[in-house]
C-alpha cells in the first residue's frame, strides 16, 4: 500500500514537473494578437447593444434616450 502511494505521488509530481515550460521570445509575439484577447471590441459592443436594447434604459454609457417603449 505504501508502494502505491509513492508510486502515484510520484507520478503527479512528474506530470506537474513536466508541464513548467519556459516560452521563447518569438513565441510571445502570438500572446498580442488581437485574436488572442479575452474580450474584443466587437464583442463588448455587441454584448452593450444587446443589454442597452433588453434593459431599455439609457445609463451612463453613451446609449439611446427614452425607455424601453421606442419613443426617444
Known sequence: MKTIKFGL???GLLAVASSCTSVKE????????????LSSRK????EQAFYLYREGASGANGGKSGGGCGCN
Open 9 to 11: 505521488a510520484f507520478v
Open 43 to 46: 464583442s463588448e459592443k455587441f
Open 26 to 37: 518569438y513565441q510571445k509575439s502570438r500572446i498580442n494578437d488581437s485574436d488572442m484577447e
